[in-house]
């Protein structure tokens, strides 16, 4: 049940693909922008750069955070990929993205602190979705695994759409898109110095990168996980979700985080729930 | 060719600017120039920071800024002084509050005069800079810790001060 095969894959290729995928992002950002944006290698040019640069911090934790990080969430895409269950990614994500804050939280900075307390409400709106999502798909395919759930022949797409909109919203939150990249951000834009990541430089911001490169293909995967009865479609989709995110991103202005808490409770409340009770109710009960 | 001269990201300070260097160098950001294609990136965290781009000149509010900007980038990191205010403190230099050019307090790389400077001549200087960049990581030089200390206790014996 566990391919330990697409693990390895996910483990080498996932930060060549999530690397590609942020300097595509860009390049069409700036080309959304009317400029020529820089060339579509950056991302890895950055994190070279961090690479080279000095270490300073001002708590030595703050550098095992940022490694336990990198740890749980290649963990977490490792496992999805090799198709573990959907619930033990889902708690592992989370434990990824508390280091990230225990991380932010360990500098002694005003800065750092108001971004990890961000992060901490982003990961208490995205959260209830997320886990609707792995209760959607069992309900759909009657299993938790992955490995159940991408091979599955039912059209996962066509009996939780609902849930599939819900998802898309918190999408924009966990990719750290505009409106709702209220702890930290890509690119040039700046959110109250730079968020949950103010304190972390060189090496350690450049390990921050990569994991969320990780955490981008992994995300991908969850989107193609709603087309998984036809591979082609399911690549057209991811493709498409990705292009949207980045048109929202460009169209929209940050906005507070009551705004933001409130309205991914409200879609997972309202799309999720009814989502799921129409399916209870045309499968004729509990399961 | 090292990753550095790739992707150097710039903090910009405005030291007692009037502004018009500043307009300047975010004239850099737009689509007409558009600095984002070398990379650059305006990250406005001096902890990300490869470039220190400051304009105007230093007074007595802000030197205790700068030196806090300088002394928190990691190595290696360069500070261009855009402006001829920010080079020798231009038609400011000889007033009361004004200390001179930012070289007064920090180490500056790169010189780029004008008033305003223009984008081109901008965009010129932080070019050069890479090459300086390059080179301190070459050499692995440190750069020293910047401290007003000397400054401080002059103000604390001289009652009132120049404020």
Same mark, same amino acid.
């Given at each position: 049940?566990? *391919?330990?095969?697409?693990?390895?894959?996910?483990? /080498?290729?996932? $930060?060549?693909?999530?690397?590609?995928?942020?300097?595509?992002? !860009?390049?069409?950002?700036?080309? #959304?922008?009317?400029?020529?944006?820089?060339?579509?290698?950056?991302? @890895?040019?950055?994190?070279?750069? =961090?690479?080279?640069?000095?270490?300073?911090?001002?708590?030595?934790?703050?550098?095992?955070?940022?490694?336990?990080?990198?740890? @749980?969430?290649?963990?977490?895409?490792?496992?999805?990929?090799?198709?573990?269950?959907?619930?033990?990614?889902?708690?592992?994500?989370?434990?990824?993205?508390?280091?990230?804050? /225990?991380?932010?939280?360990?500098? *002694?900075? $005003?800065?750092?602190?108001?971004?990890?307390? !961000?992060?901490?409400?982003?990961? #208490?709106?995205?959260? $209830? #979705?997320?886990? /609707?999502?792995?209760?959607? #798909?069992?309900?759909?395919?009657?299993?938790?695994?992955?490995?159940?759930?991408?091979?599955?022949? %039912?059209?996962?797409? =066509? /009996?939780? $759409?609902?849930?599939? =909109?819900?998802? =898309?919203?918190?999408?924009?939150?966990?990719?750290?898109?505009?409106? @709702?990249?209220?702890?930290?951000?890509?690119?040039?834009?700046?959110?109250?110095?730079?968020?949950?990541? %103010?304190?972390?430089?060189?090496?350690?911001?450049?390990?921050i990168e990569i994991t969320h490169w990780y955490e981008t293909v992994f995300l991908l995967g969850f989107v193609y996980l709603f087309f998984g009865f036809n591979p082609l479609i399911g690549v057209v989709a991811v493709i498409i979700v990705y292009l949207l995110e980045i048109l929202i991103d460009n169209t929209n202005a940050r906005v507070k985080w009551q705004l933001v808490v409130k309205s991914s409770w409200l879609i997972a409340a309202i799309v999720g729930m009814v989502n799921l009770a129409a399916l209870y109710y045309l499968s004729g009960g509990v399961p | 060719m090292t990753y550095l001269a790739k992707s150097p990201w710039i903090i910009h300070y405005d030291a007692s600017s009037c502004n018009g260097c500043d307009i300047e160098i975010l004239a850099c950001l737009t689509p007409m120039y558009d600095v984002e294609r070398f990379g650059i990136i305006n990250t406005g965290n001096p902890k990300h920071a490869d470039i220190f781009v400051v304009t105007g000149s230093i007074n007595e509010a802000n030197r205790e800024v700068i030196q806090n900007i300088y002394n928190q980038m990691p190595d290696p990191k360069v500070v261009v002084a855009v402006g001829i205010c920010a080079c020798s403190g231009g038609v400011f230099r000889e007033c009361y509050n004004v200390a001179g050019g930012i070289d007064k307090l920090i180490p500056v790389d790169v010189y780029v005069p004008g008033c305003a400077a223009r984008p081109e001549s901008i965009i010129d200087g932080i070019v050069t800079a890479w090459g300086i960049l390059e080179e301190k990581l070459k050499n692995k030089v440190s750069s020293p810790m910047v401290s007003d200390h000397d400054h401080k206790a002059h103000h604390k014996h001289a009652q009132g001060g120049a404020q």
């Open positions: 049940m566990i *391919n330990i095969v697409w693990a390895i894959v996910f483990i /080498l290729v996932a $930060p060549v693909v999530g690397g590609l995928v942020a300097g595509i992002d !860009r390049k069409i950002t700036a080309h #959304m922008q009317g400029r020529v944006g820089p060339s579509i290698l950056q991302p @890895f040019y950055d994190v070279g750069k =961090l690479f080279e640069k000095e270490q300073t911090v001002v708590n030595e934790t703050q550098i095992f955070y940022a490694i336990c990080y990198v740890i @749980f969430m290649i963990f977490t895409g490792a496992l999805f990929f090799a198709g573990g269950d959907l619930l033990l990614v889902v708690f592992a994500l989370t434990l990824a993205q508390i280091f990230l804050v /225990l991380g932010a939280f360990a500098a *002694n900075s $005003p800065y750092s602190y108001v971004g990890a307390e !961000r992060e901490l409400l982003q990961i #208490m709106a995205y959260e $209830p #979705m997320v886990i /609707l999502t792995a209760v959607g #798909m069992f309900v759909a395919t009657k299993s938790f695994n992955v490995s159940d759930i991408a091979s599955s022949t %039912t059209p996962v797409i =066509l /009996l939780i $759409p609902g849930i599939f =909109l819900g998802f =898309l919203y918190v999408l924009t939150i966990k990719l750290r898109k505009s409106p @709702f990249d209220i702890s930290t951000s890509h690119h040039a834009h700046q959110e109250i110095v730079k968020g949950v990541t %103010t304190e972390f430089s060189g090496p350690s911001l450049g390990l | -």
